[in-house]
């Protein structure tokens, strides 16, 4: 049973090939690289875009608490909206 778990995982998993150029595999969790502007991205290596940020540590680090939160169920406990995008009155 493991065996196919483990099987239907590598299937999810972003092709190398698709990777961006110098993407580092953090964690083995995720993929850190710069863009081509200067800024920093996460992905996940299952292809699920995360974070993008200025410096690298600060994208790496913020990734793992995003993650771990997730994990633990606990993100909407920092999340909150702070617009509703409604526009009220009359057009």
């Known amino acids: 049973m493991t065996n196919v778990n483990s099987q239907s995982e590598q299937q999810n998993l972003v092709h190398p090939e698709l990777l961006p150029d110098g993407a580092e595999l953090i964690d083995d969790t995720f ?45 909407e406990q920092y999340t909150r909206v702070v617009n509703s995008g409604v526009v009220g009155g009359k057009l």
């Open 31 to 75: 993929y850190v690289w710069e863009t081509r502007f200067g800024l920093h991205t996460t992905m996940t290596k299952y292809g699920r875009k995360m974070l993008t940020g200025l410096h690298k540590e600060d994208v790496v680090y913020m990734t793992r608490w995003h993650l771990k939160c997730e994990q633990d169920g606990t993100l």
